[in-house]
């Protein structure tokens, strides 16, 4: 089963895969599902001096099948406290969506998560609630980011 | 700049040479006939989907010419600037950079050597450089990558024609020579499509016809407003090009944007009301109401109330002001029967049924619109054939039925959106005082019912009258009488009787079209006015002044055309008729100014009736050559006074 899937994967895929177990970006771990080599189990650790600092986060990401001329489908799956990231952990960013192009790469992808967990853009919220919460009040937004942290994702 | 102009009013008037094309032969008649009522025409085109590529090439070319600039640079400058050349031109020449810099348009980039691998950006695989290719940013990218970037922009709609090049950060936009270069015959079609749709859709001087299955656009050949303008497409439908509803002149857009939502909106309450079953007010039974009248008696508990009002009928008697105008509310209201909450509920009652007054006239006359069409189009396919063999003559010279029935449908159209604005026009209860909006309400209902009438008389005769002479040419046999020589036929058709009976009903026929155009005419050309100002208009203007002012605009063409029949004489006779009438009806408002009788049409006028040879008769409609005789030949109406009931 393993390697019949194997021969069918896109040569990009093998050697996206590849590359992010041989040169992992810092603060960023993807490991390929070995049933499913579409699969990725992410964990990308909070960037310093956020709110999420100290915390591991797991998320999910999946190459659908027209890859790479569509976007991988990406999920946390850890809870956070995040304006962009909603209670199913979907989140809200553009080179996921519109703005994906076919030349960006899973790496890519997570680095821009990573960003995002450093620069929130209540502007424009996918959690509605933590959103109005950062705007109104962004230093108890911030004390309750970090508690999630602390929380869900040690 | 000034080349640029040249070219685009030479543009112009070739198309203008081309219209009107709105009248094109579907039905095979003279378009002379169109019975297309409005008073300011619009001047437009109406282009194929075939003619649409050519005119979209020709901008193309155009702006290519002129900005000196490849095919893919033009389609993009043309779709940023609405496919409007002239803006074009401006932006363009504003500043160059800034729009090329907008729009992706970036300077072709040197590309290296052929004779060289290099790794795809996006497959990763390994390509001869002369194999792949590349946006004029010369970032290059396999062509299998290439296709499935292109049929995935495609499959993800319209937004494909702005296609960039799919390296993050780099905006130059990919030509359209490369999108179909590299995608599959079904991909290229789409992405065809998109494109001409893009060229009707973004531009301000073209709509696509709203008919389902039609593919033709209509181009204004002026600058366009947001006033409602009626188009006619080839495939004979009418729409207004400013708000893609049916055709509605003469009344505005903003009109009928509200009655649709009205309507929708008490979809509920219709449903309801246009019901033939409501409950007794009194035992709560079914009642239901199969006639007329609507004076409605229980039969269980006897109770006689009104089916408009559901008010006892005892109330509905002279003292309340007559059975039609059935203002029980008025009343009560003066007489202070009514608390504040059940004031409330009976205003919101007397609102609605207000409204459903005008829905159902509105909706009726949609209806008798369909049925007409679909008259015609029976008549056109097999009734004229039947009915030529009956009365001897060729079906080309029975087309003035269809020319009746298209005249049905067009009145029934505007009859309809005139319902639409009495709605919104007059309040739900003018006040006594206000005497200025109780004569002009006066005004419209009496033109309003004055064109309604002869519209009904119009689609009878050309219906029921129609149907019951051709049954009685077929009860008397068209072939008879084998003489004793062997076989000499009595062609009872070409019979002198029938031919008689035969073109009496021509006449009144081609008369009665004339005469509802006429009234419809008025109509429109009253509302397009405004009511206001035309009763100023009457009220104020000397004489002399008037005379010179009102002239009709629309039927000027048919003056010109001198010629030969009555009816065409009759359509000649009619803009003087019409003016006339319109300065006699001031006088008589001057006398009694609250009389919207006063404003009739039907004015006698002997000085034109002589002009003209004839005198037409106001019931009927045939026109009477005797101008001594005082009653009408066919159906002895007496000339100038009031119309009996037939
Ligand atoms: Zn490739
Ligand atoms: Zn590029
Ligand atoms: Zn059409
Ligand atoms: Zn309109
Ligand atoms: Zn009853
Ligand atoms: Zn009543
Ligand atoms: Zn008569």
Redesign the pocket.
């Known amino acids: 089963m393993g390697s019949n899937q194997q021969a069918q994967l896109p040569r990009r895929i093998i050697k996206e895969s590849q590359r992010l177990l041989s040169e992992p970006a810092p603060g960023i771990k993807a490991v390929p599902n070995e049933d499913n080599l579409r699969y990725f189990s992410v964990e990308i650790d909070g960037p310093g001096s956020s709110p999420y600092e100290g915390g591991k986060f797991r998320l999910e990401l999946f190459l659908p099948e027209d890859y790479p001329m569509a976007a991988p489908k990406v999920r946390f799956l850890t809870k956070i406290y995040h304006p962009n990231i909603d209670k199913l952990g979907r989140i809200c960013l553009d080179i996921l969506k519109d703005k994906w192009s076919p030349a960006l790469q899973i790496r890519t992808v997570l680095l821009s998560i990573q960003a995002l967990l450093s620069a929130p853009n209540p502007d424009d919220p996918l959690a509605e609630n933590v959103a109005k919460h950062w705007k109104e009040n962004e230093a108890e937004a911030v004390r309750e980011a970090r508690a999630w942290t602390m929380r869900w994702a040690r | 700049m000034e080349d640029d102009s040249d070219y685009e009013d030479s543009y112009v008037a070739s198309d203008v040479e081309d219209y009107p094309t709105s009248e094109d032969g579907d039905y095979g008649y003279d378009p002379q006939t169109e019975p297309e009522i409005s008073m300011r025409r619009a001047a437009y085109t109406v282009l194929s989907e075939e003619e649409l590529k050519l005119r979209q090439q020709e901008a193309l070319q155009q702006v290519m010419q002129v900005l000196s600039i490849s095919e893919g640079e033009a389609v993009r400058v043309l779709r940023h600037c609405k496919w409007d050349v002239n803006r074009v031109n401006e932006e363009w020449f504003a500043d160059t950079e800034a729009l090329r810099d907008k729009i992706g348009l970036v300077d072709e980039q040197p590309t290296g050597s052929g004779r060289r691998k290099e790794s795809c950006g996006i497959c990763f695989d390994e390509f001869w450089v002369s194999e792949m290719h590349a946006a004029p940013c010369n970032h290059s990218f396999c062509r299998g990558c290439w296709k499935g970037y292109v049929h995935t922009a495609i499959s993800g709609g319209p937004a494909v024609l702005s296609l960039r090049c799919p390296l993050p950060d780099c905006s130059a936009a990919v030509p359209a020579a490369l999108v179909t270069a590299v995608s599959d015959p079904k991909h290229r079609e789409k992405y065809h499509l998109y494109s001409l749709r893009s060229f009707v859709e973004d531009n301000q001087r073209l709509e696509w016809c709203p008919a389902p299955g039609c593919e033709n656009a209509v181009e204004a050949l002026h600058e366009v407003s947001n006033e409602a303008m009626d188009v006619t497409c080839r495939c004979g439908s009418s729409f207004c090009f400013n708000c893609k509803e049916e055709a509605h002149r003469p009344v505005d857009c903003e009109t009928v944007k509200k009655w649709i939502i009205k309507n929708s909106a008490e979809s509920e309450n219709l449903n309801w009301i246009l019901a033939n079953t409501k409950p007794?007010?009194?035992?709560?039974?079914p009642?239901e109401k199969n006639q007329g009248c609507m004076h409605m008696s229980?039969?269980?508990?006897?109770?006689e109330f009104c089916w408009l009002c559901l008010a006892s009928w005892q109330e509905h008697g002279e003292r309340t002001g007559g059975f039609y105008n059935c203002n029980k509310y008025e009343s009560a209201k003066k007489r202070g029967d009514y608390d504040a909450e059940s004031l409330k509920r009976e205003h919101a009652r007397v609102s609605l049924q207000r409204y459903m007054h005008y829905y159902q006239r509105w909706a009726e006359n949609d209806r008798a619109r369909s049925q007409a069409l679909s008259s015609k189009a029976e008549a056109n396919d097999k009734k004229l054939e039947v009915l030529s063999e009956f009365v001897a003559t060729p079906t080309s010279q029975l087309k003035f039925i269809l020319d009746a029935w298209a005249q049905v449908v067009e009145c029934r159209r505007i009859l309809k959106w005139t319902y639409a604005y009495g709605y919104y026009r007059f309040g739900d209860n003018i006040p006594d005082e206000d005497t200025a909006q109780k004569q002009q309400q006066g005004f419209f209902e009496f033109n309003q019912g004055q064109a309604e009438m002869f519209l009904e008389k119009l689609n009878g005769v050309v219906e029921k009258d129609l149907d019951n002479l051709v049954e009685e040419f077929k009860r008397e046999p068209g072939l008879s009488e084998v003489a004793p020589d062997g076989s000499v036929f009595v062609d009872q058709a070409s019979s002198p009787e029938r031919q008689a009976v035969w073109s009496k009903f021509r006449e009144q026929l081609i008369g009665l079209t004339e005469v509802t155009r006429m009234h419809f005419v008025k109509l429109v050309q009253e509302l397009e006015k405004g009511l206001d100002q035309l009763l100023a208009f009457y009220s104020e203007q000397p004489e002399a002044e008037a005379e010179a002012e009102v002239e009709p605009a629309a039927v000027s063409t048919a003056e010109a055309s001198g010629s030969a029949t009555p009816a065409q004489q009759a359509t000649a006779k009619a803009p003087k008729r019409s003016k006339r009438s319109r300065i006699s009806s001031r006088a008589a408002a001057d006398k009694a100014s609250n009389s919207a009788a006063a404003f009739s049409l039907q004015e006698a006028d002997s000085e034109l009736e002589a002009e003209a040879g004839y005198w037409q008769c106001r019931r009927c409609t045939v026109i009477n050559r005797d101008l001594n005789s005082q009653s009408c030949s066919m159906c002895a109406q007496n000339r100038r006074g009031p119309i009996s009931a037939s």
Do not use: E, L
């Open positions: 007794c007010p009194k035992c709560k039974r009642i229980c039969s269980q508990c006897k109770h």
